[in-house]
């Protein structure tokens, strides 16, 4: 976040940093999905202390994260969610990693099995 900006305009880098550190550790021990709404205001909160920019693009991901939430607790209130989702992600770093499409559309995607009958 803070490569993002240009270096005369955050006034401290380290403390933004830090505070985002400070966070992550603190939230190692909680539920992901039940603090989301809570780190989103921590970052939110410490972006504008320490004026650094946000991606825009980080809201659509936290928004998108929190109707996933509510989603599957809507639906099965035992349900992890992160461990459900984390091959996912770890594929989609992977195919960007290689260079490849993150989400290839289903007939270029190699695991995936597309059903004789959903052809046309």
């Known amino acids: 976040m803070v490569a993002n900006c240009a270096a005369?305009?955050?006034?401290?880098?380290?403390a933004f940093c830090e505070g985002i550190q400070d966070m992550v550790n603190s939230s190692e021990e909680q539920?992901?999905?039940?603090h989301i709404g809570?780190?989103?205001?921590?970052?939110?909160e410490l972006s504008r202390r320490h004026v650094v920019r946000l991606d825009p693009s980080y809201f659509k991901i936290?928004?998108?994260?929190?109707?996933?939430?509510?989603?599957?607790?809507?639906?099965n209130k035992d349900l992890d969610l992160v461990t459900k989702c984390l091959p996912i992600l770890v594929k989609a770093q992977a195919l960007?990693?290689?260079?490849?499409?993150?989400f290839p559309p289903p007939?270029?995607?190699p695991d995936r099995e597309?059903?004789?009958r959903s052809r046309k």
């Open 38 to 44: 809570d780190y989103v205001s921590t970052i939110c």
């Open 62 to 75: 936290a928004m998108a994260l929190k109707v996933a939430e509510g989603i599957s607790l809507a639906l």
């Open 114 to 116: 597309i059903d004789s």
């Open 31 to 34: 539920s992901y999905f039940e």
């Open 8 to 14: 005369n305009t955050v006034l401290h880098a380290e």
């Open 96 to 102: 960007k990693a290689m260079g490849r499409n993150i």
């Open 107 to 109: 007939e270029e995607d």
